[in-house]
């Protein structure tokens, strides 16, 4: 097996053959596109097997103050089986070696058929790798929208049902929209994040995704970002920021109203999401972060209810792991960070 740079082209083909049901947005040349823009640089590297691509890995190449750079596959590599991901993480090691950087972070994935995807056993000790804090969610749900209706609710938890049908009789409406209801989304998770005590990204983050992405079409574009309100009344009382791409609907940011909260708004959003996604042949519905089962991220136990309420299927990757090029910078850097973060 090799690595070769492979064109944006057959990276996309091979997402789309050998997806993981959670998606792959973030290993797409379009969001590749968006880190160029802004002022990153990317790359494109497939692992082949003869003649075959059998894994690819969408690479960032990202600075840090000091001078001092590292490389990001976020939510990559992916291989198509297993066995091939240890080959691929050593040539990768081997490929940015000696070319200045303070290290490598890696998310691994691999395909699997199966909704479940049982990735955390990735077993840093043998490659050589330091597992650190997640960078992007390491556990998830995701629904199976090839379900009917009947077949969803019934998975669903109760409570859920009983929300969802006390919603519906409220006079809720939806409406999806995109860069036009950025104001309004940032005033309301603004209120969420002082409710439940969480940070926010900058508002430019948030602009960045609806600036490049909220215009694209949602099912042939490769992705596709928009804001799903619920309003009662003409008052927005939820909004939600959604990512189109690849036959999976994922929910990136949630924001709610303190007010009418009875009303059940974020049920209703969501299960109008479903709704929607399943009429536009969507497969699956990541619900983007809940808890993992290691009992790490205690804070997130509310959302985690809320979200393995709807009936899905736990998901859990690998997590974050980093290999250090120079290890005694490296260590001191993740020692300052550290300090950064305590005070």
């Not at 750079?69 to 992916?78: E, L």
């Not at 290691?294 to 736990?314: A, N, P």
């Amino acid at each position: 097996m090799e690595l070769r740079n492979i064109t944006a082209a057959e990276l996309s083909k091979f997402i789309l053959e050998y997806p993981p049901s959670g998606g792959l947005f973030l290993q797409t040349p379009a969001w590749a596109k968006l880190e160029n823009n802004s002022g990153g640089q990317t790359d494109f590297l497939g692992l082949y097997e003869g003649d075959f691509l059998v894994g690819i890995a969408s690479i960032i190449f990202r600075k840090l103050p000091g001078g001092f750079k590292y490389i990001y596959i976020s939510r990559g590599p992916v291989v198509k089986e297993k066995k091939c991901l240890k080959l691929f993480l050593e040539l990768l090691v081997k490929y940015y070696k000696d070319k200045g950087f303070l290290f490598l972070r890696v998310e691994p994935v691999w395909h699997s058929h199966e909704l479940h995807i049982e990735n955390n056993d990735f077993g840093e000790k043998d490659f050589g790798f330091k597992k650190v804090s997640d960078v992007q969610p390491r556990a998830t749900v995701i629904l199976d929208l090839t379900h009917p209706e009947e077949r969803l609710l019934s998975a669903m938890h109760e409570k859920t049902r009983y929300n969802i049908r006390l919603a519906l009789k409220k006079g809720l409406e939806t409406s999806l929209i995109g860069r036009e209801g950025l104001a309004d989304f940032w005033n309301l998770l603004k209120t969420t994040a002082g409710r439940d005590g969480f940070a926010t990204h900058p508002k430019s983050h948030y602009e960045a995704l609806l600036v490049n992405f909220g215009a694209e079409p949602l099912v042939q574009g490769e992705l596709a970002v928009r804001l799903v309100e619920v309003r009662w009344q003409g008052k927005l009382l939820a909004s939600n920021m959604l990512a189109f791409s690849n036959g999976v609907v994922t929910y990136l940011h949630g924001a709610s109203s303190n007010e009418h909260r009875e009303l059940m708004p974020t049920y209703f959003l969501h299960w109008r999401t479903i709704q929607q996604a399943q009429g536009l042949n969507f497969k699956f519905y990541d619900l983007w972060g809940v808890a993992p089962s290691d009992g790490s991220k205690s804070s997130w136990q509310g959302i985690t209810r809320f979200k393995l309420g709807w009936g899905g299927k736990r998901v859990e990757y690998s997590g974050t792991f980093d290999f250090p090029y120079k290890n005694t910078t490296y260590y001191l850097y993740r020692l300052v960070n550290k300090l950064r973060r305590l005070f």
